[in-house]
């Protein structure tokens, strides 16, 4: 949803992953399986902060500061204000979990400009199944603070089969709390959330409601009956259309992991044969603009001839790299979201099955360190 | 009329770009050379003529270009939420 009137070439959209820690045990968590490996190698405050002062000298502008839960970070106010300094508007992403009236004031006062805060449901009763823990409450408080203190502020709502019919009553609140922007986040299907793809998927029949839900919204937005800007997309495996992943690969996004390791997107360390070069090793600049990593899928050589000759390719670049790879074993195929892929047939099995009744509903994997491990001891049994 | 910027919005100058960018929630833009002059005179204390004076004193145009272009611009920045007029 990143504005596309900027130009190539510079990673101006930077995401800091802090920590892979969380309060929460989220089913279609982003994070790598094995998150907990990572908190021993948690870049430091004075490594992040000769990071980001390397990121803002490529040109980068977009923080955003995530995790993980990037509250559990006790430096975040120190990388806030390092970060304003620098000259970076400064978003954090958070659960809301951990965010007191104290800390919130604090980051203010070191420059933070904008919060995202998740919400998953508009029932305490539904928000803490499906996050695993007692947060409806303390997210609700946690927008309330931001917005008693004018902060901009975007809800960002993942969704999924669970709670695709809670839009409406989503809506409802957060209009009235005053949020200015609500990005309705049709999950995607990496990591945790492939894991639970079965369970999460809507029916393309409950996709089509939550649409017209979201269009009777905007409706409303234009009679002026509310002021929210609302995001809204059908997830890539129905539209027959691939994402324009990233804007590209090493385009103008720039995410960096807990440990220092510099991707571009979230997902990439699912590629295999790939080296993910750190920031303890090398400079930004190098990584950036030399490594083989961020060249790796740059332009347009790498295509398969579908995607070469194709009149979309400077849409959509081919799509993403991760779902070529997850669903094809190929990272450098079409992503088989694309109708025009020869994998396409797979998405559209995937998606004729959410459509069909779950006779046996299989328990959501929990977002834990340990739940990996239990998975495959059960395989082998 | 004393244009200012929208308290959501933060105007830089950008070295990497050599150029004014404007930056929001979700979103960047690259401003061209003479929507960046013009917001960056827009502080709140300036009145538009203030701003058409200034950049006629930085700019040779002829009389009346750069203040329909000023306040044309002020127009669309309005209608796009960027500056309050």
């Known amino acids: 949803m990143s504005d596309l009137s900027i130009p ?15 309060p929460l045990k989220c089913s279609w968590c982003s994070n790598p399986l094995d998150y907990a490996a990572y908190t021993a190698n948690e870049l430091d405050t004075d490594e992040w902060k000769r990071v980001l002062t390397e990121a803002r000298a490529l040109g980068a502008v ?29 978003n954090l992403i958070t659960s809301g979990v951990g965010l007191t009236e104290a800390r919130l004031d604090a980051l203010i006062a070191a420059g933070l400009r904008q919060v995202q805060l998740s919400l998953q449901a508009s029932t305490a009763t539904l928000t803490d199944r499906l996050v695993d823990a007692r947060a409806h409450a303390l997210k609700l408080e946690a927008a309330r603070m931001v917005k008693a203190r004018g902060l901009p502020m975007v809800l960002n709502v993942p969704l999924f089969r669970h709670n695709l019919g809670e839009i409406d009553a989503l809506l409802r609140w957060a209009a009235e709390l005053g949020i200015e922007y609500v990005e309705l986040a049709n999950i995607q299907y990496y990591n ?3 894991m639970n793809r079965a369970e999460l998927m809507p029916s393309l029949e409950a996709l089509r409601e939550a649409e017209q839900v979201v269009e009777r919204w905007r409706e409303a937005g234009k009679r002026g009956e509310h002021g929210m800007t609302l995001y809204f997309v059908i997830p890539d495996y129905y539209e027959g259309r691939p994402k324009a992943c990233m804007n590209g690969w090493g385009n103008i996004h720039l995410t960096i992991a807990p440990d220092g390791i510099p991707m571009p997107c979230v997902e990439a360390r699912v590629l295999p044969g790939l080296e993910f070069p750190s920031v303890r090793m090398h400079s930004l600049d190098w990584i950036w603009n030399e490594s083989p990593l961020f060249k790796r899928f740059r332009g347009f050589d790498w295509m398969s001839p579908t995607c070469r000759e194709c009149p979309d390719k400077e849409k959509d670049f081919g799509g993403c790299r991760c779902q070529a790879f997850l669903l094809t074993g190929d990272a450098a195929a079409t992503d088989p979201a694309c109708s025009r892929s020869p994998d396409h047939r797979e998405v559209a099995e995937i998606t004729r099955r959410a459509g069909q009744p779950i006779h046996f509903h299989m328990p959501l994997v929990k977002r834990a360190a340990t739940a990996v491990i239990a998975e495959a001891t059960e395989e082998v049994q | 009329m004393t244009p200012s910027i929208a308290p959501r919005f933060i105007l830089r100058w950008e070295p990497a770009q050599q ?9 960047v833009v690259k401003l061209n050379g003479s929507a960046g002059e013009i917001l960056a005179l ?44």
């Not at chain 1, 990037?70 to 806030?80: A, G, I, N, Q």
């Not at chain 2, 004076?53 to 127009?75: H, M, N, T």
């Open chain 1, 8 to 22: 190539r070439g510079l990673p101006m959209w930077l995401t800091a992953e802090l920590t892979y820690r969380c």
């Open chain 1, 62 to 90: 977009q923080l955003g500061l995530s995790g993980g839960e990037p509250l559990l970070r006790d430096d975040l106010e120190v990388l806030v204000a390092h970060a304003d300094k620098l000259g970076f508007y400064t």
């Open chain 1, 192 to 194: 945790w959330a492939l």
């Open chain 2, 19 to 27: 150029a004014h960018l404007l930056l929001f929630p979700e979103g």
């Open chain 2, 42 to 85: 827009c502080d709140g204390r300036r009145s538009a003529p203030e701003i058409i004076d200034a950049l006629q004193q930085k700019f040779d145009a002829p009389d009346g270009v750069i203040a329909e272009g000023v306040y044309r611009f002020f127009s669309e920045a309005e209608s796009k939420g960027w500056v309050l007029t």
